[in-house]
Structure formats: structure tokens, C-alpha cells
């Protein structure tokens, strides 16, 4: 079979077929070009357009003649880029020029040349560039949201499963698979807020700014921004054009937060799936082989996150270094904001759904992580307390005593009853504790739910956070369906109000 | 004098006496050593133990003597250190063990010992910092309200003031002095939305996250937030560690943006005030001389403001760096995100304060802007519209005929009436001016008023603008004032619960 | 026509036909898509495996039938390639697996399946990247030269072009037009060094190293390292595959401070080219039109350049962020490296020959430039050492004179000689100075040929660091060259060796 | 014990006294404060006036008594200045006003006044941090050689200490400690050669460039360049000044090239001696301990090390992007980037020693490493192999084969030889092993020694990578201390001269 032929040369070995999403999370650019730029305002553009012109004819500056056969002409260039038949030439330098070409070529300056009045590519190419941004922006949010699901779903599932929690990259204390999810399910909330404020600057409208010191042409802002589903105007026409780059930085800057949670999740994922810990096994579809080491099963999507999350950072440090020192209006520099916004979205779009199918599909080992909860002292911090309280002793007493015992009991690898009871009373400390007591008190799954305070792992408590969590997800989804409703109503407001002028 | 003898050199030939600010704000740290990072986190360490003290009493689990005891000792901490009489010992690690080690030391382990229950130095320390940069946070709203202050009050008196607007660094098109600074004041009005989405971000808290993973200890968080002022507790206890990294770059990302106007700011104050343009003239009090050049008057705190812009980025890049690929939970690396933050806020805390006073104080040359105006073909835009309008073209047939006629009175420097009309009726087009009229329609300030598109340069479009700004100046300032009392009654609350547990 | 018709909108006004180069540099990505980043690797690959076939037959790890039939496929995918008949499928992964699979698809399994022995996708691809880094490396040195080389040209004609100097942006000392373009040609030599010590860190082989723990396999790899043109080999095997972002980092970094110094000279021609200054004018094609304003001439290269410059910053943060905290060796992260380096010298590869371009082809205005060198007492730096020499006053006295003498000329602009000579006799100062002597002290001409300490602007020293620069131009030519050379040598000896084998 | 009661409280537990330079390299800026700039560079200040004035009195410029007051007033601040008698006036600026000054104060301006002479703040400043920069650039260069050579003692001690190599930070192959280390200690090599190729280029002297445009005094540039121990003159005064970031960038290149190489190895450090994996026990004075988990043994100095390379990049980036887009000529901002190098200086300087102390001193677990590296088919790759040459298959076969034998084995954890010679015979390859030769074919020690490819893990092999690297670095600190001599030299060489001018 031809197919099988072209699979990968490690893919043989693993049990379920690989999701194509991921293999292309992971190929990156070796066989897939960059499309051209423009290629992805063309719907915006056309959108625009057809703003731009009805306001222009409502206000009597285009004649019915000119808007008709813009609007006819618009709406066939729509038709023919949704089946493909309409690319940009590369002749003709922009997506701008193009679509204003086709036009004129098909119905004359006369008719068409008169779309370019009251505006100039500068307002033009922001608006479309600031569309892109809001809808990207909402996909994000959209999908980050099921992420977050996807974490406090398997939260729910994992409350008592048992498992120590690290610092400095050592076991360190007790807690529980899911109060380590609800620990990234939290972190992504903060940016789904942030993708929230985010849409709210850019969901702007600077149309109409033209080259960024207005015009005497009588146009309507308003109009078109609402047409257009914008939630407001950005006033002041220099700031309209000096500012093509903070609002690529602006979503860029989410991107970057996202993606620096999203890699500290690969990294605990990469640790917690290694040979050496084995707390989770991957989905069969989202590792990858070796072509020469055919044991391998490779965290790729994991990696290649962290990658990702290193471009974002070069991503907003150009954004930032191209905007620097620079003298206010408009300057071709802020072209290069573009690409970095596109590449940007490019490398991140399909990250939270990589993670959402990681999440729902890795096999937890939960034998091997209670056992590492048991041993290498990491209820340590708990005997402490606990002996504080039996012993009426000070924290700090405590916790001296228990350092010292954790040396005598190195070779044991527990709090051994014999050498800690020896060593209590070497101290002269007052313990009245039976082996079968001593040992009850270091249990884990009893320790573990002591650790009640706002936040900790006890199961009682992370259950309340993720209600928590949940109530504030809720919220989340409701506020951006309702965005995506907004923008689809204003397109369909535009589509009626056309043919309403076109009669 | 021996103040005179230390005086700057080239401060003898300005006619006002240097800001002191400024002299700091440009001087760096050449002379001026950076302070042991601890320091700035004394008041708010002995705010946190006293409210972590009186917590842990009401929660019975320290005893009436011993809150009695720390309490004291913190008061008199708190007095010492008002007093400069209060140092850090550098023997003694960080600003927590020298407080704790400091009660121990007065009233001994048994009573002292008790104040770290039920806590880490890790969410102590996030605590701390949460507080320093909530703070600073709050500050630089307050002086950017004043800066966006200044611009508004400047732009009301310059709404007439014509000047050419700028794109690719050359006179572009017509605009006003009072349009050029309502573009920044929108830019830093965002900045101000941006300091409020990310105050809200900030202000939770995490104590008594303890090392990440909680406490068995019978802690109240929510006691300790509401009396240190927070508006909120951020919950999971694992995700109160993983994010030392995160609000320290919630609050640089803030400042980048705003340094990256600042700059924008910055580099239009240095083109505008150089001796090839020459529009503006600053306040002797914020320019700099030269110790080889006296003629100089150099903007030099424009130019730090540049530099601080790229500190900015350095620091986020720094920040976001540290925890990409880290592994969730404390890691030691996470300490040098307090360096950072406190690098950036040190580097930003005055720039606009020395911004608001350069405003206020330079001096404007209006006759020179208006010249500029006139000159140089900026008028291409406004002549190509009306002609359009006049002799019934298109567009682009407009602007073409106008490119033609800039290259034929390309010598003349202005459109010349009589090449122009040769030209254009050599073309074919009627028109019907006569060289009044042709005067008339080219005259700046007329013209100025025809550029009345929402958010454009007419003077009575930028006195809407101002308007709108003013408003949301008010919003941000009042909110800004609430959160400031709001943290104060919460201390105020906390000292009177502290006196009512202490009789 | 129809080309006229796609004619950019703004050409029509220009006098000379744009450069294409230029309309390609500036005009991004907008409607040029990136190509599959393996294109760019097809060769390389083809020629990596010419050579390991050759020696694992020499070694005797392969058949002579095989080594024949590999030879022959690839000599066969060579000449396709050459004839653009050899396209990547995406579905095989990459370069590596699209070749390979080409020749088992051809000759089969048994002949051509023995290609992989003793080698790794991971040192195949490090070894592509390399030949990629090495090949622009030479490429770059090779066009900075040619820059280099129009600088020096253009300084020797302008010696005696006296023009201002400028600190913080404003008229600072006396100096001339070759002096200024002598220290961006210095600033350039430097670049050379780099670009010099860059390639031979990067000119090792890491092919053998397999998968990064080498093989058991007999493999010869000095063998392969001659043939492909390395200078050696890259030794330890785990750092060959570690060092997967390094060598890319290293050219990038060479990248940055070019691309840092260009955008240096770029704000130079902005500023120098501005109409505030007109020093130069720029030729007509490399300067842009506007859609709206058809009399500018915007100097787009330039700004195009400073963009790119952020886009060098980003690169390399991204590169350093990735390898940053990883494990050694392989990660998938570092695949992205190889992104991002194409991605850097394809933004940078026209810049030196864009900028070779405009250094020749820009006209001067001596006139205005000595003019502006003549006016705002830049002469007072001058004026202050010859007062010092002729009044025996010291340094600091006659500094103190002069700007004093500053402020009461500040309405002359100039240094009156009345004005003067009775302040420096009402300071007591003895000056015996008629007007005309005070002029000729004062006159530029002379002024500057008296500044002829090593490295400054008199006409006879400038000649002298012409010199200097030429020299060290011819040695970085001849060492690239040489280089060059040897890379083709290199090659030929394969093709040679192959065929002696074949027989 | 005062002294006992300041200890670190997690102290208690560990072995031996924790390192002071540890502390320090650990403890960050908590509770130190940083210098202030200008007082690193005191004693450069003073060597520089030093030859400047001795330059000038043998050039006539200035008179033997003003020489004679210079010489024995600077020597006297260098006499208090090791006395840590001479403090900076923050009143003063920087740091050569603060010397003249003095100089002034106590010569009168008559004789010391004349010292300026010739020459600007931005020249010596310039001056003042090139030795500055050079001289970490040589310290630099010394420990890291030292770390260079403990990295190649140690792999001299540990060529047959078997342990797993690591790729996806999952077992992957055999390889040895020795090979590992070999690995690091080849990439720092390449930092040598980096911090060599960057001291060519710093050093170079800038004095005399006074403001960017030279000077007409009488000055030799040749001489105070010699006496101060440069290897030649950066030529262009222009570029002299407008290089004041890339002088400084060029170091931090070096320092962030090698901070990500030690951040690598620290990330290697921090798996291999996790409780995970448990390679390596950290010597007890480089490990940490934790306030509230008393059985942590934390390596902190390998997190700060992380911490330290983000600091590296953030530096980095704020140097390229103050340069970015300025325009020629001194411009204040760069007067951040001598801030910038000091900081990155501080961070670094230390590591080197750290990462000595560390590798000489950790104690490795040789029987868990070859344990690891007999399981989890580590040997595949191995096997692979063998089995194309013992059954006369192609790799790609063989490779196929050895998948499923993986998939099969699973639950046993190991190549089983009934399991596997069944499969084999299954699918017709002719194999004649006995259960014996099958294991022996398999032991790690003999896969070792096979594994000889140039530059792989075989013991042999990596002795003589071993002698390759001392090569070289023998090299890298003959060179090094040659520098350091010269340095000296000259230093001697001005006093001499000085001596013998004052007679």
C-alpha cells in the first residue's frame, strides 16, 4: 500500500495510528512551506471592502453605479477564493493592490478607482492584520478553554491518587495527580484572562485613519466598525497607524505566557513520562520513534513546545525591538509585525489541542507513584508538624530534630521507629507513640488528608477547586461564544445592508 | 559654594537649575550603587509576619504569649526600620531570617520559634514580592495619569498649532501639535488599561501555599489575604510557587509596553527638538550640557528613556526565559525573577514624572512648524482629494495628476499655480480656479478644518478626542485611588484586630 | 502594457526603473510564501550522500553493486534536483527520507537500504545544516566585502566633503563625509572578523557521530569530512548532536552584529536623507513612493533593515532560549534551529548589496553640508583648544570661555567677533586677534585639517585609514576565496573518487 | 558560637562546611547590594590619566609641572584607593570627574586642569571599560580552562564507567561518564576559542577619539595605547564611540555562549544526581538545604546557573537593541551598555570555579549507571547492527526486525533469547547463536569497546579525544597567560617611563 510506504519509519512499532494534527505539530517546517502572508487577510480584506464601500455610498461620496459594481465584483472575488480560484500575484505587492486590481481590470477605474478615497493601505492593512488578530485570539481561548477542561476532567478522576510533588526538580512533599493538574489548569486560567484582556485592546477599529492623519473625505467610523464587529474605534488616526506593532504584541504577548505554561507542562510531562520516573505513559499517537533506536517512545510534542515557547519569546522580542526608538506614524519597519504576529499564531494554533489529547489520553501508573510518596522522606514536613503538635516543641525545634533524624535513617530510607524513638529521647523529647501509631502517622493517604489548608492537595479541598476552576471556565466560554456571535452578526448585518443599498 | 564646585561642568550655561530627578534619572547607577534586593521588602515582611502571627493566635495554633511577644518585637522592627536604624545582616541569607531570626534572638525560639508554623519561605517570599510589585504597579498608574494628564492639558492649548506629521521620517501630511500628543496620550492610556488588568492579576495571594503543596496546619488564608489588602487568594498551592516567574513578568510586561512608548515619546522629543527641526525647544532643566561641546543642549533623558526601553525587553526576555522548560514547583532560579523586577521597576519608577515636567515645560515654535507646513508638497494628499472632489476624478486619477505636478514644481518647492493649471488642462481636466482660489484651497489652516474624520487633526475633532480621553482618565485615576485606599484599610484593619487580640 | 499596469502605484513619478532586489527586500512576505525549509538542504543531502557511500565501500561496509546503484541514484536525483524535477513529498518527513526512500524506490531495499549504515538522521541533519551554515557564512563575507569596498570607494571621493559631525542626534564637531563613512566601513571590517571566526567554529564535521554515541560500524570519518570541505571534524559525538543550536547561534550572532551595524547606517541615511537634514539624496531606485502622498520618497531599504535587525535579535534569543536548561544530547527542540538560521539569512542575505547599491549611487549636497558645518557654533570644541593655545589658558578655563561666549552669541548664531573680544577682555583674557585672524581661526576648511590626530577627520589621515581599511579588505577576500576554493576542490576530489570507484 | 547561630539553618545536616563562593554565587543580590559602576573602573581610570598625561607632556602639550602635580597626585589616589581610602562622590558624576577633581582640588586648576586636554569623557570612558571588559575576558578565560581540565581529569578516571546516554531525556544508548564529560569539556573548548576571537577585538585602544571626531592637539595614540597594554588602536574616532555597546556585546556573546553550555551541563547535573536517577551525589558544600524539608539535598548552584544563562540573554538583548537604530556617534544611551557588561560580568565570573569545584568533587554510583545501562533495550541500536552483519541484512531490515523483537520483549525488559530466536526464524532470518554468544553479544562492556568510531564512547577512543582537548588547551592558557603578561608588561613599561620623565 502506497500509504503505508510513506508512514513513518518508527510508526510500525506503536499500537494506535498517529493523529496526523500532531505529526504536523511536530514536522514543523521540513516539508510545509510558510504561505505567503496576505494569503491569510484576503477574507478580511474582502470583508473590509465591503464595509468600506457601503459606508462610502451611504455617505454620498461613491456614486450607487461604483458601489454596485464594487459590491458585485467583491462578492465574486469572496466566491472564487472559497473555491480556490483566486491567488494573489505576486506582481502586485500586497493583498490591497491585488483586490483593488481585479476590480478596477474588471470594471474600470472609473467605477472601481474610487474605493481607494478616504482611506489608504496603511488603515487598511491594520484593520485587516487587527481581524486576523481578534479571531485568532478568540480560536485560542476556544481551545485553551478545553485544555483546561481536560485538566480538571482528569483532576476530578485522579483526587486520590497519591504522588510527591517536586522542588528543585527531588520529591518533595506530599500531594496528588490531579492538585498537580489543577496546578496548570489554574496557570492557564490566568491566560485565558489574559487572552480576554487582550481581544478587548485589540478589538479596535482603525479604519479610517487613513495614513494616519485622517481626512477631509466625509466617512463614517462608526459605520464600518460596526459593521466590521469591532467593539469600539481607536480615535486618534496616529495612534491608529504608530501603534502596528502593540497590537501584534499584544496577542503575542498572551501567546508567550500560554506558551511558557504550556512548556513548564511538557517539561513535567517529559520528567514525570522519562524511563527514570514512569508516573505516566504517553498515547501511542502522541510519541514518537527513533528511525535507529527502535525502544524509543519520544515525548516530540513536548519538545517541540519548548521550542515553541523559545520562538515566542524571539517573536515578542522583535515585536518590541521593531516599535523601540522609533519616531511616531508610519514607518515600514511595522510591515515585519505582520509576519511575526502570522508566525506566531502559526507555531502555537494547535497547541492546546495537542495537550487536550495528551491529557485525556496518558495511562497513569498510580502503584509506582504511591510507592515514591512513601519513600525518600518526603513526609518528612509532616512528621515535623506532627511531632510539633504531639511534643508541644516549636516549629523550628521540630524541625531540627526531624533533620537530624532524617541523617540517622539515611541507609533505612524511612523514618525508622527503633532510631527515631532512640533519638527522641536522647533529646529529651516526651513521645508517646507506638510503632503501630509511629507508622499510622506517617501513612500517606492519612497524612494527605491533614493537608486541608485553602489550595492543598487533601481530595476535600481540591474538589473545591475545581468547582472553583470550573465556575471561572464557565464564565470563559460563555464570554467568547458570545464574541464570535458578535463578529457573525455584524457580518450578516453587513451582508443585509448591502443588498438593502444594492436594490 | 562647595554646592557650585560639584556642580555638573556644563550646568553653568543653563539659564535654570537642573532637576535633580533628572540629574538621577540620566546618571544611572555610574555613582549610585543598586541596594541589597531584601531591603525594599522589609515593611511588607513584618506586614505579612504580623498578619501571619495574629492568624495563627486567632487559629489557636501559637499561644497569647507568644503573638504578644512577636507582635512587640515586629512593632519595634517596624519602628527601627522607619528610623534607618533596622540593617540587614548579610550573614543571615534574606529579609525573612533576619526578621525571624531577630524576634529569636529577643524573646527566644519558644516564643519567636512559633511564627513560621504553617508556612515556607516560599510563599513568604512570593508573598513579599506580590506586594512590592502590586505597589509599584499602583505607582507608575498614578504618575502615568499625570503624564496622559499633561498631554491633554498641552494638546487643549495647541489644537491650532499646525505642524507636518511625519511617516518614514519625512513630513508627510497635515497635522497639529495637539493631534501628535493626543496620539501618545492614547498609547499610554492603553498602558494605564494594561496596569489595571495587570494589578488585577497580581493582587492575590499566595500564602500559605507554604513550600507548594499546603499545610495540615489549621491556617486561614483567607484572614492573611484580606488583611495584607488582597483582593483575592490564588488558590492552588503548587501553582503559588510555579508562578514566581509569571507576576513579575505580568508587571514587566506592563512596563515594556509603556517603555516602548516612552521611547517612541522619546525619539519624537529628540527629532522634533534637534537642530534640524528645531519645533520644540526643551526646558533647560532636563537637557544636559557637554563637557567638550558647550553649545550643546542635549536631550540625554530621552536617550536614557531609549536604553531603559531596552532594559525592558532584556528583563521580560530574562523573565520569561528563566521558567520556559522548568520543571513545575520551586526552583532556585525562580529568586533571580525578584532581581529582574526589581531592575525594571527601578530602571521605569520616574520616567513619567521626568516626561510630565518635559511637557509642561518645552517650549513650542509655532511659526517654524506652520512654515514646515507649507512647504514641501505635504498639502499633496489634501490637493489630490480636493481636486478629485472639484473636477469630478477618481482617486487614483487625482493622486496621479498630483504625482505629476509635485515632479513639475519639484524646483519651486510648492505647487505653482500656473505649472499646475498648464498641467492639468494639457491633461484635459476642466478646472475652474483662479490663483485666490488655488491659494485658498492649498492654505493650512483651512485645510486643517476639512480633516475632520473622527479621531483626525481639525481642531474641533482633537477637542472631542481629548474629551474621550479625559474621561477614561477619570476612570483610571479613581480606580487607581480606590485600590490605594483599599490597601490602606486593610492595614488599618489589621493593626486594630492586632490591638484588640493584644489586651 | 501589461507590465506597466502591475507597476508598483508610486514608480510612475521616479526617474530610474526600481531595483527588483529592493522591491524583494522590502517587500517581505506579503505575497512571497517560505519555502519547505529541506529545499534548501536537497543538495546537501545529495552530496552528504555521495560521500558516505563512497566510504562505506572504501571500508568495505557496503557492496560495490550497491555502492553503484546509490551513486547512480543519486547522480540521477542531482541532475532532477538541477532541473527543478525533484520535489520533497511531504508525507516522507524530510530531506533525508525523501532521498532515501527515492533510491529504494528505484533500486530496492537490499542495494539501497545499506545508505543508513552507521549513521543517524541526527548527524546527517547537523551535517546539512552545517554545509548550509558554511555556505552563507562564505556568501555573506563575500557581498559585506563588496560593501566594505563601496565604502572606501566613496570615501576617497569625499575627504574634503566637510560636513557636522552628530552627538545625540545633534550637530556636534566638525568632520567629513569620508570620515563618516570610514567608521561604518570600520564598524564593518569587524563583521568581517566575525563572520571570519564564525566559520571556523562552524567548518567541522559532525558527520559519524550518529545518533550522538558514535558506531560500531567501521566508518571512516576523516574520510567524509575531506569530501564534504570541512577544515575537520567536530570530535566527540554526544557534542555533535548537542551543539545542534550552537554553530546556527554562532552565524546568527554574526548575523545580529551586522545586521545591528547596517541598521546603524540605515538610521544614518533616514536621518541624513530626511528633509529636515538633505544631505543626500538617495537613488531613484531605491526609494519608495507613498499610495497617498506622491511626493515622497521614502527611504523603505532602510527601514525595511531595522526591522530586519529585530528579527536577528529575536532570532538569536530564540536560538540561545531553546538550547537554554536542556538535557544533552538530541531534543527535538533543536529542529527548530534550523528554522530559525534559514530564517535569519534569509532575511539578511540582500542587505549588504542593497546597501552597496545606495552607498553608490546616492548624490551628495556638499554645499548644505558644509553649511550646516559652518553654523550652531559647532566650531566651539575647535575654538576652545585654539583659545587654550593662544591665551595659555588651560583646557578647563578655555571651555568655561567659550561657553559662556556660546550663550551671548546664541541670537548670532555664530561667534560674533565683537562680542567676543569684549567678554574675553572683560574676563581679563589677553587675545590679541584681528577680525580677519578670528574668521580664518573659525574657518572649517582649516579647522579641519588640523584635527589629524590618528583616526580623526583631516583629509590627510582619513587617506591613511583608507588605506588601512583596504588592507585588511584584501586579506578577508582573499581568505574567503581561498575558502571558497577549497570547498569546490573538496567536491571535485569526490567526484573524482566516485568515479575511480565506479570503474 | 555567634558565628554557629548565623549558619544557614539547613546547614546542620550536611557533611562538610558549605563553600562561601557557593553561598555568594547562590544567595544572588538577596541581601547584597550591587557597586556602583564607576567603581570598578578606579583603577583603570587612574592608569589611563597616567599615560594620557605622561603622552602629553612628552607630545609639549603640557608643562613638566603639571606633569609632575598629575603623576604624584594620581599616584597618591592609587595608593588610597588600595587603602579603600578613595571613595567616589556620587556629586561628581562618574568617575573621571570625580579624579580630576580631586586632582584639582589638591594641584589647582593651573596644573591639573590641563589633563583633559585632548581628549573627552567618551574616549576615557570608552577606555576605561575596553580594560575593564578585557581583563574579565582573560579571567574568564582562566578558570574556565581550569574547568575545562577538571572536566578531562575526571573523564581521564571514568572511560569504563558504562552508564546510559540520553536523548528525549530517555535512555537511549550506551556510553561512558568519561564520554559525557568529554562532551561538555569540547563545547566549552569552543568558548575558549570564542573568549580568545572576542579579546582580539576588544582590545583595541579608543583613546584619543576624544567626542567621535578626534582632535586637533598634538596627541600620539600610538603611545598611550601601548602603555596601557593594548595590541593596537581602533582607528576611525567615530566608530570609536559609536561601538560603545558592541565592545561590550562581543563579551556578553562570549559569556552567554558559555552560560548555556555550563546551563546544559547544570540541567545534566540536576537530572543525573536527582533521586531519580541517582547518578551522581553532589559534594555536600555545593548542595543546599531546604528550610522546612529537612531531608532536601538541593542543587541550587545548578538552578542558579540556569537562572544566570536567562540573565545572560535578557543582557544580550538589551545591548543589541540599545544599538539597534541609533544614529551614529555618541548618543547617551550607551552608557546602559557599561551597566550591562558589569552585571553580566558579575553573574558569570564566578561559575567557572563552581562548576570545578563540583565536578572534581561529586561522587558517582557506577554499579546504578551500568545497571541502567544494561536494561530498557538500550542496547537496540547495538543489536541492530550485529545483527546486520551476523545475518548479512540490510540496516533498514534489521532495524525493522529489532523493533518488533522491543515490542515482543516488553514485559520482560530485555532482549529474551528464546523470544527472540523464535521471532527470528518466524520471518526466515538465518541465525546461529547460542543463548551464550546471544548475552555475550549483548553485555555492555563489550559494546563498549566495538562502539569505536572517531569521536565515540569506546575507552580507547576516548583517550585519545582526551589528549586532543589537553592539546588544545594547553593552548588556550599559553595564550591566556601570554596576554596577562603582556598586560603587566606594559603596566611596568608607562611606570618606567613615568619615573624616568619625573627625574
Redo the contacts between chains.
Sequence with gaps: MAKN??Q???A??LGSEPDPVNIAY?????????????AALVPYDIWLNQAHALMLFQQKIISKEAHQAIQTGLKRIHRDHNMGRFQ????????H??IE?HL?NQYG??LA??L???R???DQSATDVRMFLRWHNLQLMDSSCELVDALLSRAEKTMRTIMP???????????TFA??L??????LS?DL??LQ?SY??INESPL????????????Q??STARWLGFRG???????????R??ME?QLV?AL??MA?HL??????I??LS????RFIRLPDAYV?????????????FA??T???????????????????????????????T???AMDAVSEMRDAPYIFTQVINGMALKPERMRDEAAR???T???L???L?EHCQL????S??L???M??LCEKQGHFDYGICMKFLQSKGVQVDLSEKKWLQMLQPER?LT?????????PG?VKD?VN??RGSLIDFRRWSHRQIERIDQARKNLRDAIDKAMQ
Excluded at 26 to 38: E, I, L, N, T, Y
Design positions: 510506504e510513506n513513518p519509519v518508527w510500525g512499532r511536530c514536522a514543523g517546517r521540513d516539508v510545509s512551506p510558510r504561505p505567503m502572508a496576505d494573489l500575484s505576486p506582481e502586485l505587492e500586497d493583498v493592490m491585488n486590481r478596477i477605474e472609473e478607482g474610487v481607494h478615497t478616504g489608504s493601505r496603511n510533588g517536586f522542588s528543585h526538580t527531588q520529591p518533595a512533599s506530599l500531594t492538585h498537580f489543577c496546578s496548570h489548569a489554574q496557570a490566568r484572562q489574559r484582556n478587548q485592546i479610517g485613519a487613513a495614513a494616519g492623519f485622517g481626512t477631509a473625505w466625509g466617512i467610523r462608526q474605534i481607536q480615535e486618534n488616526s496616529i495612534d491608529c497607524i504608530s501603534s506593532w502593540e504584541a504577548t508567550t505566557f511558557t512548556s513548564i507542562l511538557a517539561q513535567d517529559i520528567f522519562s524511563h527514570a520516573m514518537t520513534g527513533s528511525s535507529i533506536m527502535p525502544q524509543k517512545r519520544n515525548p516530540d519538545e517541540v519548548r521550542a515553541k515557547c523559545a520562538m515566542m519569546q524571539g517573536h515578542l522580542q522583535s515585536l518590541f525591538s521593531i516599535a523601540k526608538g522609533a519616531i511616531s506614524g508610519y514607518n515600514r519597519d511595522s510591515q515585519w505582520k509576519y511575526i525518600n522522606f518526603i518528612a514536613i509532616d515535623s508538624d506532627q510539633a516549636t516549629f523550628r525545634q524541625y531540627l526531624v533533620g537530624e532524617v541523617k497524612l491533614r493537608r486541608k489548608s485553602y489550595g492543598g492537595p487533601a479541598t477547586s472553583n476552576l
